[in-house]
């Protein structure tokens, strides 16, 4: 019997073949969502996917493409408002 | 619409949302800017014209374009040189051992000499 903490769905599951020959389920945290456009909902490019701790030591250049909004808005969205911007201030 | 003197703002990279001007057009779709972002070749479609224009003088200099875009009355801020005039090195620390913890130069030459003999 696993362990109490295993018996839920909050870890994923993956099956193993050890060197041994025995089939393992080794006990997996599951992966965040992937970041989303604040704007159009669009899957975000560029940012990683993974676990808070393994992002954590990632380089800043890594994390996020490097320009305004990156890591926030979509190129498109932050393109679209900064146009708009560029026409309001004229 | 983009010829040179024509202030833009670029709308791609890191620097989206700077003001620029157009300093050379090199061809069909690719002109040369300087201004608030980098002196760089930049493709048309990265820019978004403004109806202000400046005049000024084809592949003019940075210096030059800063100070139009200021008599134009807009904000700009002026490259600083990365090497600085007075850079005064700093003494370097004596490195910590474990043996020499603690202890000031003197005793330090003096544990060592003890050592040798």
């Given amino acids: ?90 | 619409m983009f010829e040179i003197g024509r202030v833009c703002v670029k709308i791609a990279g890191r620097d989206a949302g700077k003001r620029c001007v157009i300093v050379d057009v090199l061809d069909k779709n690719n002109v040369m800017i300087d201004g608030d972002c980098r002196r760089r070749k930049c493709g048309v479609r990265h820019l978004e014209a403004t109806r202000q224009v400046i005049s000024l003088s084809k592949g003019a200099s940075n210096s030059e374009v800063v100070s139009a875009l200021k008599q134009a009355g807009f904000d700009v801020k002026e490259k600083q040189s990365k090497i600085k005039a007075d850079k005064t090195e700093k003494p370097r620390r004596a490195r910590k051992t474990k043996i020499n913890a603690g202890k000031t130069k003197k005793t330090q030459e003096e544990s060592n000499s003890k050592k040798t003999i």
């Fill in chain 1, 1 to 90: 019997m696993p362990a109490p903490r295993y018996r839920s769905r909050t870890y994923r599951r993956v099956r193993k073949n050890t060197p041994s020959g025995i089939n393992k389920i080794y006990y997996k945290r599951r992966l965040p969502k992937a970041a989303h456009c604040s704007d159009c909902g669009d899957v975000l490019k560029g940012i990683p996917r993974g676990r808070p701790a393994e992002i954590k030591n990632l380089t800043k250049s890594k994390k996020r493409p490097d320009r305004p909004y990156g890591g926030v808005l979509c190129s498109r969205c932050m393109r679209k408002m900064i146009v708009k911007k560029a026409r309001q201030d004229v």
